[in-house]
Every structure is written in structure tokens, then in C-alpha cells.
């Protein structure tokens, strides 16, 4: 399985950005698909979650109310829309995917069964 993360780039306080995740080369269905960031000098965590089957998700509370995850099942792509991003969103995301972790435990885990390469968001103030 190869997930292939884009749609990063530079935006001001305030403004918004939507990453897009595109899941190929799947031979065994996923449970869950989300995205997880790293920031300069910290550890990744995880941000949001989307159920594969029944569209349930999850996000840290650090983006709630602010950032939205969805999918696109005819087309294996995730994708998560951030808007009133603030310099802490700055980081690289990166798309994960997992076979049996239930959706809630996504962002909770740092080991996953898939990980796709990252693209950067930067939120200048």
C-alpha cells in the first residue's frame, strides 16, 4: 500500500489549507485512515482519524472545531481540511494507515501499519 500525502504549503494566521491523502496499490481493505504531524523539535502526534467503513472519526482536541476529515471510498482518498490554522499547526503531516486499529486509536498510536511521506504546512503569523 502506498499513500501519497499533498496539498501543504504556506498560509497566514487565519487562513486555510486541504491536505489531500490517495491510498493505491491495496490488496487487503484498512480500517482506518488519518493523519498524524510533527512539528520542529517535537514528536509527531496524531490529529485526525476517518473510519474506512462507516465514516466515525476523531481528531486531538487541539483541532476541534477546526479541522475536518472526510473521504472519498470510490477513489481511496482521505482528506483533511484545516481552516483557522494557527502557528502551532505548522509542521509536516504525514497520511497513516492501519488494518485493525479502530478508528479512536489512530491518533493515539504512533505505530502504524502505513505511513506516506509528508507534506509541509507552514502558518506564518
Known amino acids: 500500500v502506498q499513500l501519497q500525502a499533498s496539498g501543504g504549503g504556506l498560509v497566514h494566521v487565519g487562513g486555510s489549507l486541504r491536505l489531500s491523502c490517495a491510498a493505491s496499490g491495496l490488496t487487503s481493505p484498512l480500517n482506518a485512515i488519518g493523519w498524524f504531524r510533527q512539528a520542529p523539535g517535537k514528536e509527531r502526534e496524531g490529529v485526525s482519524s476517518?473510519?474506512?467503513?462507516?465514516?466515525?472519526?476523531a481528531y486531538t482536541d487541539s483541532v476541534k472545531g477546526r479541522f475536518t476529515i472526510s473521504r472519498d471510498g470510490a477513489k481511496n482518498m482521505v482528506y483533511l481540511e484545516m481552516n483557522s490554522l494557527k502557528p502551532e499547526d505548522t509542521g509536516v503531516y504525514y497520511c497513516?494507515?492501519?488494518?485493525?486499529?479502530?478508528?479512536?486509536?489512530?491518533?493515539?498510536?504512533?505505530?502504524?501499519?502505513?505511513w506516506g511521506q509528508g507534506t509541509l504546512v507552514t502558518v506564518s503569523s
Open positions: 497513516v494507515a492501519d488494518k485493525w486499529l479502530r478508528v479512536e486509536n489512530v491518533i493515539r498510536n504512533p505505530h502504524h501499519d502505513y
Open positions: 476517518i473510519s474506512t467503513s462507516d465514516g466515525k472519526t
